[in-house]
């Protein structure tokens, strides 16, 4: 697992122009030590020791300083070990394996460059991966956060049965939230429509007002405004104004007069004094601008939370 780990970590890492021009001299002195020691170019085949080094540089440098390693040690090992520079005495066989070993050379850096290439898109999957599951765990333990919420202050039924129904009919909104995360990638999200269904699972009725004017946003905005309104409630339950009975909440939105930027305001008032969170975790994440969200502003005003979204290249329902 380790050794995995490190051969990612040197196919993956990006070097700068001096590193790349220290690994070039590290690979030229390697082999030509080598050579030197043994047999200083007496078996033939004065490229011999260099085509391990040649591989090595293909998968960790960039594809032109690749070639331009191949280039110096073909110069380097003929001089020194092959009898003379390349073309000393210009004839058909000389010129013959002179292709044979630049095709050859070709060869190996374009397989090393298509293997780093390959190791690196793994790579990015991997982290993707890695993100997914993070995100997958906080919004698991949001969801019993909010099943406790409304478990403990939600349904105010007069008997068992009708709590039941009640509560069922919430946990059954809840279940539906998983289908929002289809929209981006199905179809351009449209308000109010994206927002009553965002949070609708929360069942907070009247405590909730929704305003604007129909519009339509971007695909890539439906996702970051769906998790980000999510979990703007989910907080609102656990800390803020859907956290008694008191609270309220009103999420409004307009379009700017330059007909492309939506401005989003979700506004608590009425609930418990408001505590700053003391440190950032990956909800924190969901609240700050990303693709998809151009600008993000939130202030945990002690009289309620108040945060404003920008979303570039909304337009209206004609």
């Not at 604007?212 to 439906?222: F, K, L």
């Not at 408001?274 to 990956?282: A, L």
Request: proline share 6%.
């Amino acid at each position: 697992m380790y050794r995995g780990a490190a051969v990612r970590r040197a196919l993956t890492r990006r070097r700068s122009l001096v590193e790349q021009v220290g690994w070039i001299l590290i690979l030229l002195a390697a082999p030509t030590a080598l050579r030197a020691l043994f047999d200083r170019g007496a078996l033939g085949l004065p490229f011999l020791t260099y085509w391990p080094s040649l591989l090595i540089a293909s998968l960790i440098l960039d594809a032109r300083f690749a070639v331009v390693f191949a280039w110096i040690a073909a110069m380097m090992s003929q001089r020194l070990f092959g009898g003379g520079p390349w073309f000393a005495e210009i004839n058909p066989v000389r010129t013959a394996f002179f292709v044979l070993f630049a095709l050859s050379a070709s060869l190996v850096i374009a397989v090393g460059a298509s293997l780093r290439g390959l190791v690196r898109e793994l790579d990015q999957l991997h982290l993707q991966a890695e993100g997914f599951n993070s995100e997958l765990r906080h919004r698991v333990r949001n969801m019993l956060a909010i099943i406790q919420a409304l478990a403990s202050r939600g349904p105010k039924a007069e008997s068992p049965l009708d709590f039941y129904r009640e509560f069922s009919s919430r946990l059954e909104g809840l279940a539906h939230a998983s289908d929002l995360l289809r929209i981006g990638t199905e179809a351009e999200g449209r308000l109010p429509e994206l927002a009553e269904r965002t949070l609708a699972p929360f069942g907070f009725g009247e405590r909730i007002r929704i305003q604007g004017e129909p519009c339509i946003i971007p695909d890539a905005s439906c996702i970051p405004l769906i998790m980000a309104l999510h979990e703007l409630a989910t907080n609102a339950v656990k800390h803020g104004a859907l956290s008694d009975t008191k609270g309220r909440i009103e999420l409004s939105w307009f379009i700017a007069s330059d007909g492309r930027n939506l401005y989003i305001l979700w506004k608590e008032t009425g609930g418990p004094p408001v505590v700053p969170p003391k440190r950032e975790g990956i909800g924190t994440r969901l609240l700050m601008p990303q693709p998809g969200l151009d600008a993000v502003e939130i202030s945990f005003d002690r009289k309620g939370v108040w945060c404003e979204l920008m979303i570039e290249g909304a337009r209206t329902v004609e």
